[in-house]
């Protein structure tokens, strides 16, 4: 390294202990947010289980429904929170494999922070799976109508009437309402004529609880089976003594990571039908697996972003020296692009399910643009799309460290309700409290607490630069 590129970047001691005290103050405000958070979502799902009750005189149907909901809905804002910071990991290890693939200046940056998200993801999102999973297994009570459905397949008593799945009644209601309005059903006699047979196929062949988590179980396994083989091989590319043995090891990544890239876009497809895209018995969109790895890029993105400016903002010399305005500036473009992909991937989904106009797909709109949700989803847009990007646009915002530190902050805010709005509107909530909202809050700031509080721990084991590849910086940033 040059003497000029020397003074450039100061030379720090990257010791456990500098990094202690680099990362402890906002490692701990995590753990505070994350349990205040948990007792608060706690406290929440006891107060919505005795509001929920339903009153003597309401009618059969609606005491049902309540008594379902009100067991349903604390999983159902547990599952709010849990996706949103399960796809923080996966999109980590999104960026960490492209950077491997490709190599580059711009990963050098957020490669610890993009490590750490990836060990968070078994640390942390693993773990609260099993609850997702019990939710799998509650029959009735489930959040998933495949559950429901299988529990009313196998325990049905041999010459009494088959009860009606939700899809059936799905199927009910929107040809009542369209019959309603247009006053005559002649049309909609041929709606989905095989809708019962169809269930029945999709639970014992794919949605069945018991094969669905053995599947999420299979995801877990082999990413981390992935990412523990590209962490060993950078940990030998990065420390080993013999260079041709380093160099052969940062080589091998790229199959490993090429590899992995293939994987990831399968097991996407399949998480995002699994887990999300499943809550609706009719819904299904090619395109929705690409808007929720969109949301994953994005929020990785800017939680590893928002921790640079973080060490920035404490004078970290080299993250002072080597992420300069010119770096923020490249960074929150990728920022802008992603942000513009979210956009198109939307109304891509939108465009084709308002052109193709079927009573299997329309539901998942006309949910989510009524009772509400569609202001709140107006205002989604507004915050995801416009205000970023016409920010963005700008070198002089890009260059600011409190205006992109902003503009991240308020994406992971949009992007969690983004996420909610995927989810809440799975279940009807015409007869119970509304304030179910800040239960879907509590659990996100619950496990985003805890999340944070484990990603730090993990960023204060190893050091935050990767030393074999800073002259790539130091060189792009001498003369500057």
Not at 427 to 442: C, Q, R
Request: hydrophobic share 50%.
């Amino acid at each position: 390294m040059s003497d000029a590129a020397a003074n450039h970047t100061p030379v720090v001691s990257d010791t456990p202990e500098h990094r202690k005290a680099l990362l402890d103050g906002p490692q701990k405000l995590a753990l505070l947010v994350g349990v205040v958070g948990i007792i608060a979502f706690l406290i929440l799902s006891g107060i919505y289980y005795g509001a929920a009750a339903p009153s003597d005189d309401a009618s059969a149907e609606v005491k049902e429904a309540m008594e379902a909901a009100r067991v349903q809905q604390p999983f159902l804002s547990f599952l709010s929170g849990w996706i949103f910071w399960t796809l923080v990991g996966l999109g980590s290890l999104f960026f960490l494999l492209v950077q491997y693939v490709t190599g580059g200046r711009w990963g050098i940056l957020l490669r610890r922070p993009l490590e750490s998200n990836c060990r968070t993801l078994f640390l942390v999102s693993l773990p609260l799976f099993l609850v997702v999973a019990a939710t799998m297994k509650m029959g009735e009570k489930s959040i998933y109508w495949w559950a429901r459905h299988h529990h009313h397949m196998h325990h049905h008593v041999e010459g009494e009437p088959k009860p009606e799945s939700d899809a059936t009644k799905e199927r009910a209601q929107i040809a009542a309402a369209k019959v309603a309005k247009h006053g005559d059903d002649s049309v909609f006699n041929n709606i989905s004529p095989h809708l019962e047979v169809d269930e029945d196929e999709k639970v014992n062949d794919l949605l069945n609880p018991t094969f669905t988590i053995i599947r999420g179980l299979l995801y877990f396994v082999v990413f981390g089976l992935l990412i523990f083989v590209m962490l060993k091989k950078a940990e030998t590319a990065e420390y080993h003594e013999n260079l041709d043995v380093a160099r052969k090891a940062r080589f091998d990544q790229r199959y490993v990571a090429s590899f992995g890239l293939f994987i990831f876009a399968i097991f996407m497809t399949w998480i995002a039908t699994d887990w999300i895209m499943s809550l609706e018995s009719t819904f299904a969109s090619s395109m929705f697996p690409v808007i929720m790895f969109d949301n994953a890029a994005v929020t990785a993105y800017a939680v590893c972003l928002l921790t640079l400016l973080y060490l920035k903002k404490k004078g970290e010399p080299r993250f002072t020296n080597l992420f300069p305005a010119t770096e923020q500036i490249h960074l929150g473009s990728l920022m802008l692009a992603f942000t513009l992909a979210w956009t198109y991937f939307n109304f891509s989904q939108y465009m084709l399910i308002w052109i193709g106009n079927l009573p299997e797909e329309i539901p998942y709109y006309l949910k989510r643009t009524r009772g509400g949700w569609g202001w709140y989803a107006s205002l989604a847009v507004l915050f995801h799309f416009p205000i970023p990007f016409l920010l963005l646009l700008f070198r002089r915002v890009k260059s600011s460290p409190n205006a992109i530190r902003n503009i991240a902050a308020m994406l992971l805010v949009v992007v969690f309700f983004d996420e909610m709005w995927w989810i809440a509107p799975s279940m009807s909530h015409e007869h119970a409290p509304k304030f179910y909202v800040l239960m879907d809050v509590a659990a996100w700031l619950g496990i985003g607490g805890i999340w944070m509080f484990v990603f730090f721990g993990q960023l204060k084991k190893h050091p935050l630069l990767p030393a074999r590849e800073m002259y790539l910086l130091e060189a792009y940033h001498h003369g500057h």
